[in-house]
């Protein structure tokens, strides 16, 4: 039986920063061997998209969205990608981050 990749959504503003951050997420996840599917969007996307995932990343200029979306995405973790890995465009960090959220929760 196949495995299931693990499922990532990524959101920022525009989707643009969320790009280029899922890249270097896809990259350390490869080089670790994690089966990894994930997808950088717009905070404005439709939120029942979010329902085709395992955990929503929040990038910091929009964490005061995460409110609005856990009254609307309930069965998935939203967790706001911490503001160092960020800035630092560290793939690796934000994976422990969403990978911690998962599976040490």
Do not use: W
């Amino acid at each position: 039986m196949k495995e299931r990749p693990l499922r990532l959504l990524i959101l920022c503003s525009l989707g643009t920063s969320s790009f280029f951050l899922s890249r270097r997420i896809q990259a350390c996840a490869f080089e670790r061997g994690i089966l990894l599917q994930i997808e950088p969007a717009s905070v404005s996307a439709p939120r029942k998209k979010a329902l085709d995932y395992d955990l929503v990343l929040l990038e910091p200029h929009v964490h005061h969205f995460q409110t609005e979306l856990e009254k609307t995405i309930t069965d998935i973790p939203i967790v706001p990608v911490d503001p160092r890995a960020f800035a630092r465009m560290d793939g690796c960090a934000v994976l422990n981050q969403a990978l911690k959220a998962l599976y040490c929760s």
